[in-house]
């Protein structure tokens, strides 16, 4: 797909301080930031277990506190995993 975008010269400008300093052109940089995005989950997406495991577990809102703390904790050491590889 070829997409043409209209961003600020602010943008352009980190745009292509971030692709220098990747080693490649503003179009594969701004592409593969796309793809990055495009391909992760949403937030609802992300939520969706747990919003179903609360509506079944009946458990109380402190409870749901807890959980979305571990949660919340997992999420971000997969995430520094992910940074790692």
């Known amino acids: 797909m070829v997409l043409s975008l209209t ?3 602010e943008a352009e400008t980190k745009l292509k301080a971030r692709a220098a300093a990747a080693g490649v052109d503003i179009a594969t940089y701004a592409a593969r ?3 990055r995005i495009a391909t992760r989950p949403s937030l609802d997406e992300v939520l ?3 919003r179903a495991e ?3 577990s009946g458990m109380g809102e402190e409870e749901l506190t807890d959980l979305l703390e571990r949660a919340k904790h997992e999420a971000r050491a997969e ?6 590889s």
């Open 7 to 9: 961003i600020s010269p």
């Open 33 to 35: 930031t796309l793809e």
């Open 48 to 50: 969706a277990p747990l």
């Open 54 to 56: 609360f509506n079944q």
């Open 79 to 84: 995430q520094q995993a992910r940074k790692a």
